[in-house]
């Protein structure tokens, strides 16, 4: 959930859409996505739209503020608004994410009221994906297993590292072993999948202390694993540390060795990988609800800073709790603005989402120019032979690690 929104067209009060969105509405995969914007503190290096407790009591006095105490209640608000700009359409909700900031410092009622909100307004699918992410230290079993009596049945820990030093780097505060410890006991709650998100190329890590964090989460025995590299992000506090030399910048090539290193641990291991920084050991275990991003479904994005997309029109809520719990108060849309995405928008966006995926994008999304780019990357050694000559450009190991120079080539 990036800090930064862009201008866009303004949304109509009510939060109606264009009636060409609506059109297809059900045929698409649907999901929600629920954005929880608390933090206990404020990683270093974290550039998301959250907000600590003292951050909030700033605002206090100044209106209805979202407070951690009735955000469930707003955020259910807006469920039923969704509702209402959607129709009486039949529209069951094939996955549902809870992210943030730490959905998990919330009691564990309110995130079972918000779905049940979503089960009462809209219906879940049968197979619905349903997770949450989730601090480890701001878990328990009890919480756990109230969860999954509730109806989740994915859970996403933020592990990072298993290095104390390099958690420190990252203002992590979780216990060293706790995100491990957490997947046993969402095991043992009855959770059906179970996620555990890294973190690579850390200031002052080592080749041997990102092997020890792999080994670690691996040893834990969830059925994902995310892996990312460490973005340092303009305005950051790490990024300040940076420019102050007070950190190393860390360069592209020790990202892509570190890349190397995760993707032998985790082959070796049994995970498979189903998109750039996403791998699971079974098709089952693949995360729905990004699939549901990465190839073009629709989704509402509740909660402060979320942002939706419903049959090519683009949205997005209003950035602070406070300016959001005040729309809501006076019966508005939360929503700050929109963009109908032209068709030229969306292939460009299908070959950007579409090529980060293990079955790659079709062919006939290219231009001339671009299937020019994708025949040489072939000859480069970026694409695989056998899914180009069904059409299709899929992405080598190699052509992974230049992902975006790749994507960068064929939307030409």
């Given at each position: 959930?990036?800090?930064?929104?862009?201008?866009?067209?303004?949304?109509?009060?009510?939060?109606?859409?264009p009636a060409h969105?609506?059109?297809?509405?059900?045929?698409?995969?649907?999901?929600?996505?629920?954005?929880?914007?608390?933090?206990?503190?404020?990683?270093?290096?974290?550039?998301?739209?959250?907000?600590?407790?003292?951050?909030?009591?700033?605002?206090?006095?100044?209106?209805?503020?979202?407070?951690?105490?009735?955000?469930?209640?707003?955020?259910?608000?807006?469920?039923?608004?969704?509702?209402?700009?959607?129709?009486?359409?039949?529209?069951?909700?094939?996955?549902?994410?809870?992210?943030?900031?730490?959905?998990?410092?919330?009691?564990?009622?309110?995130?079972?009221?918000?779905?049940?909100?979503?089960?009462?307004?809209?219906?879940?699918?049968?197979?619905?994906?349903?997770?949450?992410?989730?601090?480890?230290?701001?878990?328990?079993?009890?919480?756990?297993?109230?969860?999954?009596?509730?109806?989740?049945?994915?859970?996403?820990?933020?592990?990072?590292?298993?290095?104390?030093?390099?958690?420190?780097?990252?203002?992590?505060?979780?216990?060293?072993?706790?995100?491990?410890?957490?997947?046993?006991?969402?095991?043992?709650?009855?959770?059906?999948?179970?996620?555990?998100?890294?973190?690579?190329?850390?200031?002052?890590?080592?080749?041997?202390?990102?092997?020890?964090?792999?080994?670690?989460?691996?040893?834990?025995?969830?059925?994902?694993?995310?892996?990312?590299?460490?973005?340092?992000?303009?305005?950051?506090?790490?990024?300040?540390?940076?420019?102050?030399?007070?950190?190393?910048m860390v360069d592209?090539?020790?990202?892509?060795?570190?890349?190397?290193?995760?993707?032998?641990?985790?082959?070796?291991?049994?995970?498979?990988?189903?998109?750039?920084?996403?791998?699971?050991?079974?098709?089952?275990?693949?995360?729905?609800?990004?699939?549901?991003?990465?190839?073009?479904?629709?989704?509402?994005?509740?909660?402060?800073?979320?942002?939706?997309?419903?049959?090519g029109v683009r949205?997005?809520?209003?950035?602070?709790?406070?300016?959001?719990?005040?729309?809501?108060?006076?019966?508005?849309?939360?929503?700050?603005?929109?963009?109908?995405?032209?068709?030229?928008?969306?292939?460009?966006?299908?070959?950007?989402?579409?090529?980060?995926?293990?079955?790659?994008?079709?062919?006939?999304?290219?231009?001339?120019?671009?299937?020019?780019?994708?025949?040489?990357?072939?000859?480069?050694?970026?694409?695989?032979?056998?899914?180009?000559?069904?059409?299709?450009?899929?992405?080598?190991?190699?052509?992974?690690?230049?992902?975006?120079?790749?994507?960068?080539?064929?939307?030409?």
């Amino acid at each position: 959930m990036p800090s930064a929104l862009p201008d866009g067209e303004p949304v109509p009060s009510d939060g109606s859409l264009p009636a060409h969105a609506l059109t297809g509405l059900g045929e698409r995969p649907f999901g929600f996505y629920l954005h929880v914007p608390y933090c206990a503190t404020r990683c270093g290096y974290c550039d998301f739209n959250t907000y600590t407790a003292t951050e909030l009591h700033a605002q206090a006095g100044r209106g209805p503020v979202a407070t951690q105490e009735t955000y469930a209640q707003n955020l259910i608000g807006e469920i039923r608004l969704a509702r209402k700009v959607l129709g009486a359409v039949d529209l069951p909700v094939r996955t549902v994410f809870l992210g943030g900031g730490t959905p998990t410092l919330l009691p564990a009622r309110d995130l079972v009221a918000m779905l049940a909100a979503i089960r009462e307004e809209f219906g879940l699918a049968a197979d619905a994906e349903v997770t949450t992410e989730a601090n480890p230290e701001s878990v328990d079993p009890a919480y756990l297993t109230e969860l999954r009596e509730g109806g989740f049945n994915r859970i996403s820990f933020g592990m990072q590292s298993a290095r104390p030093h390099v958690l420190k780097v990252l203002d992590r505060h979780h216990t060293p072993g706790r995100p491990e410890a957490c997947v046993a006991e969402a095991r043992a709650a009855g959770f059906d999948h179970v996620n555990l998100d890294l973190i690579y190329g850390t200031p002052g890590e080592s080749d041997q202390d990102w092997q020890a964090s792999l080994a670690a989460a691996i040893g834990a025995g969830p059925d994902h694993v995310s892996a990312y590299s460490l973005i340092v992000e303009e305005g950051t506090r790490l990024a300040g540390r940076i420019k102050r030399g007070e950190l190393p910048m860390v360069d592209d090539d020790v990202h892509a060795d570190r890349y190397l290193i995760a993707e032998q641990a985790l082959s070796e291991a049994g995970y498979a990988w189903y998109e750039v920084s996403n791998w699971a050991t079974t098709e089952a275990g693949r995360c729905r609800h990004n699939e549901l991003y990465w190839t073009g479904g629709d989704w509402w994005g509740a909660g402060p800073g979320a942002h939706s997309h419903v049959g090519g029109v683009r949205w997005w809520n209003a950035k602070h709790p406070a300016a959001y719990a005040q729309a809501l108060a006076e019966g508005r849309t939360p929503a700050q603005g929109r963009e109908v995405l032209p068709a030229e928008d969306q292939r460009v966006e299908r070959i950007l989402l579409e090529l980060r995926l293990v079955d790659g994008c079709p062919l006939d999304l290219l231009t001339a120019a671009g299937l020019r780019a994708a025949e040489q990357a072939l000859a480069d050694g970026l694409l695989a032979a056998e899914p180009f000559a069904a059409g299709r450009a899929a992405l080598t190991l190699r052509g992974r690690l230049l992902a975006d120079a790749v994507v960068r080539d064929l939307v030409d």
